[in-house]
């Protein structure tokens, strides 16, 4: 079992920026591939961005690519997104997710573990 807790949302002006974090527990961080999906209000789930679990490996939206930059750190357990030139469209709820194995993927239905969720809200 793996829990995973997501913090750093909140209500940002557009352009401005946002450092997601995504703190995981319960099984061996290092092996695990990770990921970030959004839903927006009244969608469904999207993918934002993943890393592979040595960090060697990343991929991003193209919605988001060089606005959004995933990374990871190992040795804390720990996740980022971190998130600049927000727009009104990046308003979400935004989840951490983990698979059971070290390569990424970019499909929620591929992603074992979910977090919580936390709330990014970009004002105009």
């Known amino acids: 079992q793996v829990q995973l807790v997501e913090s750093g949302g909140g209500l940002v002006q557009a352009g401005g920026s946002l450092r997601l974090s995504c703190a995981a527990s319960?099984?061996?961080?290092?092996?695990?591939?990770m990921g970030w999906f959004r839903q927006p209000p009244g969608k469904d789930r999207e993918f934002v961005a993943a890393?592979?679990?040595?960090?060697?490996?990343?991929s991003n939206a193209d919605s988001v690519k060089g606005r959004f930059t995933i990374s990871r750190d190992n040795a804390k357990n720990t996740v980022l997104l971190q998130i600049d030139s927000l727009k009104p469209e990046d308003t979400a709820v935004y989840y951490c997710?983990?698979?059971?194995?070290?390569?990424?993927?970019?499909?929620?239905?591929?992603?074992?573990?979910w977090g919580q969720g936390t709330q990014v809200t970009v004002s105009s």
């Open positions: 319960g099984r061996t961080f290092s092996t695990s591939a």
């Open positions: 890393i592979s679990a040595s960090g060697g490996y990343t």
């Open positions: 997710a983990a698979r059971k194995v070290a390569m990424s993927a970019l499909v929620v239905k591929d992603y074992d573990y």
